[in-house]
């Protein structure tokens, strides 16, 4: 039986995608054991791209890789509880952009500041050499992941 070898940049990705759905994991526990109105992890999503800037309703969908329809409902709910609402662009009449509200900012502040809390004490176990390492190679992931196309 032959043995696979997986390249170093094979091993990382690998790594990479099995943390995914532990952080989604440790994220959403966290979010349904909150006693302040709930944030369902989609709402924190859409309100991380609205973060940022407005954009209209086809390019969170495209961003989110979900349908048009599917974007649209996430973003019904988050109108509703006032955290964003719709502008007519002023370049095009016709085309709408989705901007956080101040109410939809801080929800999203408050709630990340407490997903940070909660993540404090376990990583307060990582050595001060370990904690540097990780600091360093976030870093370092972050920019390169930025290249990434994803449009």
Request: no cysteine; hydrophobic share 40%.
């Amino acid at each position: 039986m032959d043995k696979i070898v997986v390249s170093e940049t094979e091993q990382i990705a690998m790594e990479l995608l099995s943390l995914t759905p532990l952080l989604n994991r440790i994220i959403a526990y966290e979010l349904n054991k909150s006693e302040q109105d709930e944030t369902t992890i989609v709402q924190l999503r859409v309100l991380s791209h609205l973060v940022e800037e407005p954009i209209t309703m086809s390019d969170l969908a495209k961003r989110r890789r979900v349908s048009l329809q599917a974007s649209s409902e996430h973003v019904q709910g988050l109108v509703e509880r006032g955290w964003v609402e719709r502008v007519a662009d002023k370049h095009d009449r016709r085309r709408f952009l989705l901007h956080i509200t101040e109410a939809g900012r801080l929800q999203f502040e408050d709630v990340r500041h407490q997903l940070i809390m909660s993540l404090v004490p376990t990583l307060e176990n990582l050595t001060e050499d370990d904690s540097m390492q990780i600091r360093q190679s976030i870093a370092s992931l972050r920019q390169v992941l930025l290249q990434h196309p994803i449009d």
